[in-house]
């Protein structure tokens, strides 16, 4: 256990009307790589936020640290509708993407697929074959997905948006992958 200050709030901004704001506090408190997912508490035993990250030059307990309120948790936990496609992915983009030959700057280039998930019965495949490019790992030939209901994925974070759209649909809606969104064999 460790003691410290809230010393700032910030509240990142919304991209659209579908995205939510994140609020984060900024602590002086002793944070290790390790603790992200740790309550921050009050003095008087409430939990104020959660540990995410800290910004070290040493990869040590100095720097900044930020842990997401615990309003924010709550919105993203529990009161978003949660889905669950079975899909594990990796962001491609910039050179990785021209490399792959992507008709878009970026896409999710898909790692597993859970048995029994809805993407494993939909026929989405997963990669096999591992790379290491750049000292990043992540499996090739998997299909990669360009759009989803016609959000396109994109560099900066269009995740919020495509949640949403997946979270508005009622039961017997169609979830639409369009054209070009399965690269397979890259």
């Not at 949660?82 to 992915?89: A, N």
Request: glycine letters at 12%; a negative charge; aromatic letters at 6%.
């Amino acid at each position: 256990m460790t003691a410290g200050h809230v010393s700032g709030r910030h509240t990142l901004n919304k991209r659209s009307e579908n995205t939510t704001a994140v609020e984060f506090l900024q602590t002086d408190a002793a944070i290790n790589s390790g603790n992200s997912g740790s309550p921050v508490f009050s003095l008087d035993g409430e939990i104020l936020g959660i540990v995410s990250n800290i910004m070290s030059r040493s990869g040590g307990s100095e720097g900044l640290a930020f842990a997401e309120t615990s309003n924010t948790a709550r919105r993203l936990l529990l009161d978003q509708k949660p889905f669950w496609s079975g899909i594990e992915g990796f962001l491609v983009d910039g050179d990785l993407a021209r490399a792959l030959n992507l008709p878009q700057p970026a896409g999710v280039l898909v790692q597993r697929v859970a048995e029994g998930s809805i993407a494993w019965r939909w026929g989405i495949h997963a990669g096999k074959l591992r790379a290491n490019v750049e000292g990043e790992e992540f499996i090739l030939g998997g299909d990669i997905i360009l759009r989803v209901n016609d959000v396109p994925v994109e560099q900066s974070g269009s995740y919020d948006e495509i949640y949403s759209s997946i979270g508005r649909l009622r039961p017997g809606d169609n979830l639409v992958l369009g054209e070009l969104v399965l690269c397979r064999g890259t």
